[in-house]
Structure formats: C-alpha cells, structure tokens
C-alpha cells in the first residue's frame, strides 16, 4: 500500500505526481499565497492553458461558483481583449510578415533531382508551404487569440500571406533560377502561379477562422486539429498543380 501523502514534508519529499499545489493556478504568482511556487509548478503566464477551474468538476453547474481569484480560459480571455485599432495593427504586422517567414518552403522545391525531386515537389513541398503560410496565423489564434477581433482580420493575414509567398517566390524564380525565363513565364507566375498560393492561403485560412471562431464561442483553449480539413484541402489543391506541372514538363511542354 503506498504511502499516505504527509503535506508536513518538505516538497522535495512528497511524490509531485499528486501535488495539488504544483498546479498553476497555486502558484505563489497566481494565487496570491506568500509561500514560494511549489518546484515544477508551471508558470503562470501558461495558467490559463492548464487551469484546474476548466475542469467539468469545478464548473458553476456542479461546483457552484468560483473562487475570485480562479484562474480560467475564459477569464483570461476577456481581461486580454484589445482595442479595434490595435487589433488591426498586429494583423497588419502578422499580414506582413507571413509570406517572407513562409518562403523557407521554397528551399525545399529546389532540392532534389529525378525521383525524389518529384516527390518533394508534388507531396512534399505543397504540405510545408501551405503550413508555413499559416503558421503564424494559427499561432496567434492559439496563443494570442484575443489579438484577432473578426474573421475578416484572419482571412486578410492568410491572403496576404499566400500573396507575399507567391511574390517572394517569383523573384526568386525568375531572376535566380531562372534569369532568362520566356515571357510565357513570366506571365504564367505572375497570374496563375500568384492566384495558386493566394486561393490555397485562403483555403487554409478557413481552417484558421474555424478554430479562432471555436475559442471566442466557447471561451476554451484552441483546438488546432478544428483546422485539419482545410489545411489538407490546400496541400491537395496545390500538390495536384504541382503533379500537373511536373507531368506538363516530363511531356516536353514549354512556356
């Protein structure tokens, strides 16, 4: 029979696996107690994301109302809520910044040769770019949920995204791969090629729209799987643009 808990020890001394006060919201930070953060309790930035409160068991419905000082999801949410025009601000910022982040993609479509150059192009690289785009976007919607006021505000960051992906990525074809690319090209990448990775950037986006829409309705931690379907209909789209590309070319088509 294991042995009883004796709270009198030190905490070194009591098995952690079933400390109460490792918990985040009992953290000196979090609680207000005057008694140090137990060791391995996590940090109270995080509280939110861990919070005992959220539990079924706690809920008003069952455990009647809260403490003042609990620490929730929820309450967490509303105290980090922001202005419109400071919200636009940081989506304006993450707008920018999306495409160039996402270009690291691009890297992955010029390595390779012959088989495995193929692979990478059609199953590989559609998958990474598309969640580059996106990457920073979802970030925030789990993170910082609270910086985004409307869905307007995300759909513009991934467009913005696809579109500063797509213009990076023309450059670099056109003047570094390829300097001395047809007109055809040249016309090709500027419209097709910028209306691929725009469309797939907005497909993803609906993805990201789904779960910040989930945490304000439900005032819960981001469930980031919400956005799986979208985000695998924009690989999709953009590996079978690929795998046509591909077979366009292996068939002695030229632009």
């Given amino acids: 029979m294991a042995e009883p808990l004796d709270y009198r020890k030190p905490v070194d001394e009591r098995n952690a696996l079933h400390d109460v006060y ?89 390595t390779g040769r012959g088989a495995f150059g193929i692979i990478a192009v059609v199953f590989v690289a559609p998958v990474v770019e598309e969640m580059l785009k996106a990457a920073i976007a979802l970030w925030v919607v789990e993170r910082k949920p609270y910086l985004f006021r409307s869905s307007a505000q995300i759909g513009l960051c991934m467009l913005a995204s696809g579109l500063g992906f797509a213009a990076i990525e023309n450059v670099l074809y056109l003047y570094v791969y390829i300097p001395d690319a047809s007109p055809e090209l040249w016309r090709w990448r500027w419209t097709v090629c910028v209306l691929l990775h725009v469309g797939c950037s907005g497909i993803a986006g609906l993805g990201a729209i789904r779960v910040w829409r989930s945490v304000v309705r439900t005032r819960r931690p981001a469930r980031v799987s919400l956005a799986g379907f979208w985000l695998t209909a924009a690989a999709l789209v953009h590996g079978l643009y690929n795998g046509w590309a591909v077979l366009f070319e292996t068939f002695g088509g030229t632009f």
């Fill in 22 to 110: 490792a918990e985040p919201q009992f953290s000196a930070s979090v609680s207000g107690r005057p008694e140090p953060a137990p060791r391995g309790a996590a940090s109270a930035g995080d509280a939110h994301l861990t919070a005992v409160w959220d539990e079924p068991t706690f809920s008003a419905e069952v455990g009647g109302d809260l403490p003042d000082d609990a620490v929730t999801f929820a309450r967490w949410f509303e105290a980090k809520q922001i202005g419109s025009g400071k919200s636009w601000a940081y989506a304006l910022l993450i707008a920018v910044c999306a495409g160039p982040f996402a270009v690291f993609g691009t890297l992955l479509d010029a």
